[in-house]
């Protein structure tokens, strides 16, 4: 459905960059996401935790993306125009919205679990405070996306629960 309507559910992720420090992206319904995220959700349940417990106040989700220099973390989504949040549009980058955090985290005072997970999913050369734009892909080598969830639109990555229909003998 994802591939046909070319809408997906937002998934806000959490990756680290040069210096240590952590952001939250959002992928605006079809956006890219490090594969490690989608293979790892304990790691990224660590991260949060890990947040909650130095913030000392539980994260919200609803407005995560929103607000992340409340938690001390930078936010990347995609814009429709210049101010409001958008949907993902192929080809164009994550951008860095919210303000910069006053203090940003750092991956060095997270547990092993988080700061494990956070050394996967990290953009190795960049840094998120000079980086107004980001393209997942140029960082990543295996790279998912919403779409992948749909057997028609990627079937190399899926291992297919029942054969692709074959069309019909009548249509063209």
């Not at 790892?40 to 407005?63: C, K, S, T, Y």
């Not at 990347?76 to 409001?84: H, L, V």
């Not at 951008?95 to 494990?116: K, N, W, Y």
């Not at 734009?133 to 629960?161: G, M, N, Q």
Request: charged share 25%; net charge negative; hydrophobic share 40%.
């Amino acid at each position: 459905m994802a591939a046909s309507t070319g809408w997906g559910p937002d998934i806000d992720w959490i990756a680290s960059d040069i210096d240590g420090h952590v952001a939250v992206l959002a992928t605006a319904g079809l956006g890219p996401i490090p594969a490690r995220v989608t293979r790892d959700p304990a790691g990224l349940v660590a991260v949060i935790e890990a947040v909650e417990n130095l913030r000392g106040f539980q994260v919200d989700f609803e407005h995560f993306i929103r607000e992340p220099a409340r938690i001390g973390a930078f936010g990347f989504d995609y814009r429709d125009g210049q101010k409001e949040m958008g949907q993902y549009d192929a080809g164009h980058p994550y951008q860095r919205v919210g303000e910069i955090p006053a203090e940003p985290l750092s991956i060095h005072s997270f547990g092993a679990d988080a700061d494990g997970y956070l050394k996967d999913v990290r953009f190795a050369q960049l840094c998120f405070s000079d980086s107004t734009e980001i393209v997942v892909e140029d960082a990543f080598a295996e790279i998912h996306r919403p779409t992948d969830w749909d057997k028609y639109s990627r079937p190399e990555l899926l291992h297919p629960v029942a054969p692709r229909p074959e069309p019909r003998k009548d249509e063209p």
